[in-house]
């Protein structure tokens, strides 16, 4: 018999080394490598299965065909049904990742119980806590009473075992995936093979069984789920659970969905009763505006479908230092140093002798480029010391010439403002709103200069009235 040969995995990336080094030659992370044999299962290679069966035909179909709207479990939970893109799929895999302490387990407790009071099978497999601790936290979201099926398991081999007896399941939650082992492979339970093993053998159940499978992932101190990238290239959707710990708002986040659009959010609120959801988050984000302090403007965002109205802050002052400094919360930092040379190079304004400070109110973070334009205004309104008009939103992209480019989903965006309150809107010219509709008076500055003159010139209109 042919000794078990040994690789080093990285708990990082997942490269096998053929010995041990502080660092992971693929990644660059350190103390990363692993020791795990190689004997048999996963690792052992298509070399020790070649002798074992022969392949076997495949039908071949074309791309035409009857299509079948895929079958959707739906939650009753508004914002969960909408992150997920209408419910969970009947034999799909999702992957929900989060901070320690940010409300997964407190979500999928709501969820399992409002599913099982719908009449549905939810099997609720824990490897991180004991059956009392969860039946403690049902208690406190009012949800003992509902028919949820709970195990402390962490074998997947028992786990199969067990909801493959009775009805089919028509949800399966296991929480987390970095705690399951599988006999098929040899390591540590939350190593690269383990995870990998076990998340195969739990998707391979949902396509084959028809179930629907949600898995709790761990996040790295970057805030990526830890373990392999091939984990979430396996599972068919994966959603990031975020919030800010000084903040008492969460946002489910879908970075992939294979039924349904990407970058949707879900926004929750939560409480000493769990989570509680909030059909309109901009009256949240916008709760608290000041609307006559200079360096705030309110930027039109949108979030998948959803438009979302969120008030940027801006703090520019003198600088003592030879470098100023340069802080940014829930933006881009390269974005910001972007727009400052905008500003500088094509409008001259200023800023080498001052501090400058951007942050997101709320805690909420943009990752879009059309917020270019309300930062430009609040970076401009608070260098001049000029209050912003408090009924007035901004979106659209700067380019590197000081132009202002168009968004998608203009009308989107100014109806939501419009339902909030606000008659004005900075926004770039483009052919689907170029009167600004409705009785709302639309700026459109074709460069960023005439939206600093527009600012500007704000304070002589005053001295003049």
């Known amino acids: 018999m042919a000794k078990p040969r040994v690789q080093f995995i990285c708990q990082n990336c997942g490269t096998a080394h053929t010995r041990w080094a502080g660092k992971c030659d693929s990644c660059g992370e350190w103390n990363t490598l692993v020791e795990e044999g190689t004997g048999g299962g996963i690792g052992s290679g298509p070399a020790a299965m070649r002798s074992a069966r022969k392949g076997r035909p495949v039908t071949l179909t074309t791309l035409s065909g009857e299509i079948e709207e895929a079958p959707r479990i739906v939650s009753g939970i508004g914002e969960l049904d909408r992150a997920t893109g209408g419910g969970f799929v009947r034999g799909s895999a999702l992957l929900i990742g989060g901070d320690p302490g940010i409300g997964k387990s407190t979500l999928l407790t709501q969820a399992a119980a409002a599913l099982a009071m719908r009449g549905h099978r939810v099997v609720y497999v824990s490897g991180e806590e004991a059956v009392a601790q969860i039946r403690l936290r049902a208690q406190r979201l009012n949800a003992a009473e ?24 028509d949800l399966v939650i296991l929480d987390s995936i970095q705690t399951l082992w599988t006999d098929m492979a040899d390591s540590a339970p939350g190593t690269v093979t383990q995870v990998r093993a076990s998340a195969q053998a739990m998707i391979r159940y949902a396509k084959s069984t028809g179930a629907a499978i949600v898995l709790v992932g761990h996040v790295t101190k970057e805030g990526q789920i830890a373990g392999p990238r091939v984990v979430e290239h396996m599972v068919d959707g994966v959603l990031y659970f975020e919030g800010e710990g000084g903040h008492h708002y969460r946002i489910l986040r879908t970075v992939k969905n294979r039924f349904g659009p990407t970058d949707e959010i879900g926004v929750f609120e939560m409480s000493d009763r769990g989570l509680r959801e909030v059909a309109n988050p901009s009256e949240l984000f916008l709760g608290e505006r000041s609307t006559k302090a200079p360096g705030a403007a309110v930027f039109a965002g949108m979030e998948g479908t959803r438009p979302v109205l969120v008030e940027i802050q801006a703090l520019v002052a003198p ?7 340069r802080a940014v919360v829930g933006w881009d930092s390269a974005r910001l140093s972007m727009i400052l ?47 912003l008009p408090a009924d007035c939103v901004y979106f659209g992209e700067i380019s590197l010439s000081g132009a202002i480019r168009p968004v998608a989903h203009a009308q989107q965006r100014l109806k939501e403002a419009e339902k909030l309150g606000f008659a004005q809107a900075a926004m770039p010219a483009s052919g689907e709103d170029q009167n600004g509709g409705n009785g709302r008076r639309a700026f459109q500055p074709a460069t960023l200069s005439d939206l600093v003159v527009r600012i500007a010139g704000s304070k002589r209109r005053e001295a003049e009235d």
């Open 146 to 169: 509902t028919p949820v099926e709970l195990a402390a398991e962490t074998n997947v081999e028992d786990i199969l075992a067990t909801i493959a007896e009775g009805k089919r399941p």
């Open 319 to 325: 600088s003592p230092l030879g470098t100023p400094r």
């Open 341 to 387: 040379a905008v500003l500088e190079a094509h409008c001259g304004v200023r800023f080498a002798q001052h501090d400058v400070y951007l942050n997101v109110a709320g805690g909420y973070r943009i990752s879009e480029p059309a917020a270019d334009l309300a930062v430009a205004a609040a970076l401009v309104s608070s260098l001049t010391g000029l209050a």
